[in-house]
């Protein structure tokens, strides 16, 4: 069965492009991993990393997500494979900022929160992992993600505002469950880890409350971001990094978290 793992925090700037950029690009480049990553945020920061900048600030960007979503293409027909290095080959679903009047748009579509499960169903079986990077909010985008996803994966900034969203994002999900029932946690990423106190005394609170939901931490590094700017995964731009060792470490729990879940 194919996973669908949705990036989920309504938090803003919590590491959910940047871990979404590199788990798929980890997978992708594990070899044995059919991977399809999803832009279903209107910034489109993952589609400006794998199809550059000029590709989403242009005014004419091809089939994108929301012509997907809409309803106005097969999926199929919007998908672009990409080479991560030779024999790495990657696809990818790419956003436009047009996709931020997608809301709108659906608000007379019946079943409105299903538009991406429905569009997904025809091309899901050609894939191991479908990666899906949401918006920063709880509104219909995200709501699209939880009902196709079978996993969630919320990267979290340790630090004490971040922690007081997450009850909010438990309660989308438990609600979400109501319809989607093999919707599940699989993961609470911190990211941006840092030497301060706060970081880690949030960190232990975290990980009291949560035990083994809490996955093994992404550092603070000048070079993730630098990664980013230079639209390519942190294995391409700093392989010897430990930014790249630790997004190597979430592949391997990933991994690992899908085999012993079934
Ligand atoms: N481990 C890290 N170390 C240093 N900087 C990081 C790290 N991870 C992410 N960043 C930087 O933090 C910022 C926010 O990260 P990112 O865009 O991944 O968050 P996001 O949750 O997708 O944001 P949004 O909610 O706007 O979609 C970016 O500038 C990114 O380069
Ligand atoms: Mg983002």
Do not use: W
Not at 49 to 55: E, K, T, W
Not at 121 to 148: E, F, H, K, R, W
Not at 238 to 251: C, Q
């Amino acid at each position: 069965m194919t996973r669908i793992i949705a990036l989920a925090n309504q938090k803003g700037g919590t590491g959910k492009t940047t871990t979404a950029v590199n788990l798929v690009a980890g997978l992708a480049r594990h070899g044995q991993q059919r991977v399809l990553l999803v832009d279903l945020d209107p910034q489109a920061n993952a589609t400006a990393i794998f199809l550059g900048m000029a590709y989403v600030a242009g005014p004419n960007p091809g089939l994108t997500v929301y012509e997907v979503l809409t309803g106005k293409v097969e999926v199929a027909k919007a998908i672009r494979t990409i080479e991560l290095a030779s024999t790495v080959i990657l696809d990818i679903l790419p956003s436009h900022i047009h996709l931020a009047v997608a809301e709108q748009e659906l608000i007379s579509v019946f079943q409105r929160e299903n538009q991406l499960q429905r569009a997904l169903q025809s091309v899901q079986a050609n894939y191991d992992i479908i990666i899906i990077d949401c918006p920063p909010s709880l509104g219909l985008l995200t709501i699209n993600a939880l009902m196709v996803a079978n996993e969630v994966l919320v990267p979290i900034e340790p630090g004490f505002f971040p922690l007081i969203g997450l009850g909010l994002l438990r309660k989308t999900i438990e609600t979400i469950k109501g319809a989607n029932p093999k919707l599940r946690l699989m993961g609470l990423l911190p990211v941006r880890l840092n030497r301060t106190n706060l970081a880690a005394s949030t960190l232990e609170q975290l990980t009291h409350a949560f035990g083994e939901l809490v996955l093994s931490a992404i550092p603070e590094r000048v070079v993730m971001g630098e990664a980013n700017a230079h639209s390519q995964d942190i294995f391409a731009y700093a392989p010897h990094s430990d930014g790249a060792a630790a997004y190597l470490k979430l592949v391997e729990e990933v991994l690992h978290r899908g085999e012993t879940n079934g």
